[in-house]
């Protein structure tokens, strides 16, 4: 307890259970008798005094065995308060907590894990795929591949009505839209994009105005998931033989030094207007030369875990905006090499998770359609991707979706490690739907 202050007062020493005093002031003696008498009467005073003060800091104190009832602040008249203040981030935590448990109390386990999945539909006929997918599978979002010619007006009304498919529980609506080569949606309402390599090239204030137009044009059009930008690294000199990334243009630059802050700019610009960035191919298709898309065996013998390629991954996904992170399904020989990356729990959560830090949502590149992925059978391509640390499938083909529910189902009523894993990754699914209002 903080001494009280006083001229001679008495001070509980907690660690005794004793009562000291402070000694008077020494005066000095005189030979007058009047002022003898003074000094006696005076200290006679003082001994009542102090007595009096001395029960009542025994009262206080509690003899030393209890702790005082109030503790009083070391300056007269003020007191300390004990109450903390309020956390906001904590309690806006806790609600989205409780908005995830009100959510999964009301699914069975078929739709829990139905949540885990973004399946493709064609872009030009939306609504009538993706309706039963939506209502009847409860599928945690929708992909609209392929390209279109559709105005954001036209397809704002078809989607508009998706979210009453599933009250409460609204889906993730996907496209590709990255520019040039690779431009989901080019109707009215929807700019004409320059590719990465061109946009890297802007100045920050333009790339900036580019990237605050496709969030708003995105947003217009009912769409929250646009699967960019790419954080790839193509080194100077190599575009033509990187099929994947470098042969399309779709590079911020050819160093992490200049891909950061371009790639950043739009995952901001997105995040401006409601919609979450996806940046991609984790740990980075920069240096490779076959597209998973179209062959198997698809090798990286460069990249390493500390490589700037996957530094730049690193900082992007501890950006303020929150984006997803895309694996990619090529293998990376001197990270692990006895795994595609989508599969591999060395690179999502050894390195992602572990190293990089990164906590959010863990996304696949396409495990339906793709021929990396087409000797491994549909169930343990999602129970593989899961069981890695992912958190997200994506299919771009909607015919592989029920076997791999079933074969995710299967192993987590076999396996409760697994089980367990899946839960992780419904809750982490559910909580980023709650910090977009996506629930409720």
């Known amino acids: 307890m903080p001494a009280l202050r006083a001229g001679t007062e008495p001070v509980c020493a907690e660690s005794s259970g004793t009562v000291r005093f402070r000694e008077p002031s020494s005066r000095s003696p005189s030979s007058d008798a009047r002022s003898s008498i003074r000094r006696s009467t005076t200290w006679r005073q003082l001994t009542v005094t102090l007595s009096i003060l001395l029960l009542l800091a025994l009262t206080a104190c509690g003899g030393g065995d209890e702790p005082p009832a109030a503790t009083q602040s070391s300056t007269p008249g003020t007191e300390t308060s004990s109450t903390a203040e309020p956390d906001p981030e904590a309690a806006a935590q806790a609600a989205r907590e409780a908005q995830v448990d009100a959510v999964l109390g009301g699914l069975d386990r078929r739709r829990q894990i139905a949540q885990l999945f973004v399946v493709g539909v064609p872009v030009n006929n939306p609504s009538g795929a993706a309706v039963p997918l939506i209502q009847e599978t409860g599928v945690g979002g929708i992909f609209l591949h392929g390209r279109s010619a559709m105005a954001a007006t036209d397809l704002a009304a078809a989607t508009a009505g998706w979210p009453e498919l599933t009250p409460g529980l609204r889906p993730w609506v996907a496209v590709d839209q990255e520019?040039?080569?690779?431009?989901?949606?080019?109707?009215?309402?929807?700019?004409?994009?320059?590719?990465?390599?061109?946009?890297?090239?802007?100045?920050?204030?333009?790339?900036?105005?580019?990237?605050?137009?496709?969030?708003?044009?995105?947003?217009?059009?009912?769409?929250?998931?646009?699967?960019?930008?790419?954080?790839?690294?193509?080194?100077?000199?190599?575009?033509?033989?990187?099929?994947?990334?470098?042969?399309?243009?779709?590079?911020?630059?050819?160093?992490?030094?200049?891909?950061?802050?371009?790639?950043?700019?739009?995952?901001?610009?997105?995040?401006?207007?409601?919609?979450?960035?996806?940046?991609?191919?984790?740990?980075?298709?920069?240096?490779?030369?076959?597209?998973?898309?179209?062959?198997?065996?698809?090798?990286?013998?460069?990249?390493?875990?500390?490589?700037?390629?996957?530094?730049?991954f690193g900082t992007l996904a501890g950006s303020a905006s929150a984006p997803f992170v895309m694996t990619s399904s090529a293998t990376y020989t001197l990270i692990d090499p006895t795994a595609p990356a989508a599969f591999s729990p060395v690179v999502v959560t050894d390195l992602l998770r572990g190293q990089l830090g990164f906590d959010g949502v863990v996304i696949s590149d396409d495990l339906g359609a793709a021929e990396a992925v087409q000797d491994i059978r549909p169930g343990d391509r999602a129970v593989r991707f899961l069981a890695a640390g992912g958190t997200l499938v994506l299919t771009v083909t909607a015919a592989v979706l029920p076997a791999m529910i079933d074969g995710v189902l299967a192993r987590a009523e076999a396996d409760p490690a697994f089980s367990a894993q899946v839960d992780a990754a419904v809750r982490t699914a559910l909580l980023a739907k709650a910090e977009r209002g996506l629930l409720g």
Do not use: M, W
Not at 203 to 217: F, H, K, W
Not at 261 to 277: I, N, Q
């Open 179 to 312: 520019g040039g080569e690779v431009q989901t949606l080019s109707g009215p309402g929807f700019d004409e994009l320059p590719p990465a390599v061109e946009q890297g090239a802007l100045p920050p204030d333009q790339l900036a105005a580019v990237a605050d137009g496709l969030g708003a044009s995105l947003a217009s059009a009912g769409i929250n998931l646009d699967l960019a930008p790419v954080v790839d690294v193509v080194p100077a000199g190599t575009e033509q033989r990187n099929e994947p990334i470098g042969v399309f243009g779709r590079q911020y630059g050819s160093t992490a030094a200049a891909v950061v802050p371009a790639a950043g700019a739009v995952v901001d610009g997105l995040a401006a207007h409601g919609v979450t960035a996806t940046i991609k191919h984790f740990p980075g298709l920069g240096r490779v030369e076959g597209n998973t898309d179209d062959v198997s065996g698809v090798t990286d013998t460069v990249t390493t875990r500390d490589d700037e390629q996957v530094a730049a």
